[in-house]
Every structure is written in C-alpha cells, then in structure tokens.
C-alpha cells in the first residue's frame, strides 16, 4: 500500500511537470496537489506498516509533511491568483519554514542534537543574505530576512539529517538524509526561480520541482524504517 501511494505520486509529479511546460497553470495545480496529498498518505501508511516507530520520530515529521502541504496549497495558489503573489509567496514560505522546523525536531529527537549542525546552518544563512545582494534579489529588507531564517532552518534540517544517518546507519536515515537534501538544492532552486524571475528557465523550474516531490516523498517513506 506504501508503494502504491508512492506510485501516484510520482504519476501526479510528472503530470505537474508536464503541465507547467505546457503553461496548463491550473491543472499543474492539481496535480502538484495530488502529490502532496500522496506525501501524508506515504506517511501514514508508512506508520502503519511499522507501528514500532519511535513517536518522537513520526509525530514531528507528520506534523512537518502537513505544514509542507499547507506551502504547497499557498504557493499553488498564487499560480491562479497573481494580484495576491506577493502575499502569498511569504505565507507559502513561512508554512514551509514551520514544516521544516518540525523535519528537524523529529531528527534531532531521534539522533540527539549536534552542534556543528547549528554552525553550518549558520554560515549558509550569512552566505544567503550575502548572496541575496550579490545576485541583486529585488525583495524588501523583511523579505530578506525572511529568506535568511529560511536557509538556516532548511540547512539545519538538512545537516541534522546527515547526522541520524550517520548515527543510526538505517535505511530510514538514509531516506531522510537524502530527502532533505533534495529538499535544500530544490529551496536553492525555488529562490532564483522566484526572487531572479528566473521562470522562463525550465531547466531550473523542472530541477527545482522535481527534486521537491522526491524529497517530500523520501521523508515520508522513512517512518517505514525507522
């Protein structure tokens, strides 16, 4: 049943690439929809099949994949709706920074915190805000700001993924970690895609989703192993 849900969401994911290259907005919508959808039935099937999985593992990161699906419902959105973009895309992106926060609680639970991780999520932040100026973005201050607390909490997930596998040594680590990296090239991606007006790009925009569908779905799949 895990890999059926799976299944569908790789249907869904590459119907909504091949709607956006299609400019078909509304129904790349609903596919991207879809798919999200998959990534909290993943998790719940995924729970189902282990029942042994440590709580402090799956209460978090289900909370994570909700809040993910919440950014993605706003983010999707502002696709039918342009007048609103602009208000949108930070409502998207604090929904997304949430669910990241809460990827990240369940992996430090699960391997026990690590300071260098902390330390990296600093440096890509100063490394974010500097690069925001460097590549011209043309957002206000708070946005900025925003984006800047968006790198370290993706990178701090990111990073805190890298260490469960190296503690645990489980497939389930292994899937979050590679999970959560797709998911911090896709932000990298999405933040030139939006902030650079770089759409017209296909390569980047299909990178970009691609690798987010992966990543969610990767992260869902690991409450089977862990």
């Given at each position: 049943?895990?890999?059926?849900?799976?299944?569908?969401?790789?249907?869904?994911?590459?119907?909504?690439?091949?709607?956006?290259?299609?400019?078909?907005?509304?129904?790349?919508?609903?596919?991207?929809?879809?798919?999200?959808?998959?990534?909290?039935?993943?998790?719940?099937?995924?729970?189902?099949?282990?029942?042994?999985?440590?709580?402090?593992?799956?209460?978090?990161?289900?909370?994570?994949?909700?809040?993910?699906?919440?950014?993605?419902?706003?983010?999707?959105?502002?696709?039918?709706?342009?007048?609103?973009r602009k208000r949108l895309i930070p409502i998207g992106l604090f929904a997304f920074l949430l669910g990241h926060v809460a990827?990240?609680?369940?992996?430090?639970?699960?391997?026990?915190?690590?300071?260098?991780?902390?330390?990296?999520?600093?440096?890509?932040?100063?490394?974010?805000?500097?690069?925001?100026?460097?590549?011209?973005?043309?957002?206000?201050?708070?946005?900025?700001?925003?984006?800047?607390?968006?790198?370290?909490?993706?990178?701090?997930?990111?990073?805190?993924?890298?260490?469960?596998?190296?503690v645990q040594k489980t497939v389930g680590g292994i899937l979050a970690m590679i999970g959560a990296l797709f998911l911090l090239?896709?932000?990298?991606?999405?933040?030139?895609?939006?902030?650079?007006?770089?759409?017209?790009n296909r390569t980047l925009s299909v990178l970009e989703l691609a690798t987010y569908f992966a990543g969610q779905a990767l992260?869902?799949?690991?409450?089977?192993?862990?």
């Amino acid at each position: 049943m895990v890999y059926l849900f799976f299944g569908i969401c790789i249907i869904a994911a590459t119907f909504c690439l091949g709607f956006r290259s299609l400019n078909k907005n509304f129904w790349g919508l609903v596919a991207k929809y879809i798919a999200s959808l998959s990534f909290l039935i993943i998790g719940i099937t995924a729970f189902a099949k282990n029942p042994a999985c440590n709580m402090n593992y799956f209460v978090p990161l289900f909370l994570g994949l909700i809040l993910c699906h919440a950014g993605d419902a706003f983010l999707g959105v502002k696709e039918l709706t342009p007048t609103y973009r602009k208000r949108l895309i930070p409502i998207g992106l604090f929904a997304f920074l949430l669910g990241h926060v809460a990827f990240s609680t369940a992996f430090n639970l699960t391997s026990g915190f690590y300071f260098v991780t902390a330390i990296v999520a600093a440096v890509a932040a100063i490394l974010t805000f500097g690069g925001s100026y460097v590549f011209k973005f043309e957002i206000p201050l708070w946005m900025r700001i925003l984006i800047t607390l968006y790198s370290f909490t993706v990178t701090f997930t990111a990073v805190s993924a890298c260490y469960l596998y190296a503690v645990q040594k489980t497939v389930g680590g292994i899937l979050a970690m590679i999970g959560a990296l797709f998911l911090l090239f896709s932000d990298t991606c999405l933040s030139f895609v939006y902030f650079k007006e770089w759409r017209a790009n296909r390569t980047l925009s299909v990178l970009e989703l691609a690798t987010y569908f992966a990543g969610q779905a990767l992260i869902a799949l690991s409450i089977m192993y862990v």
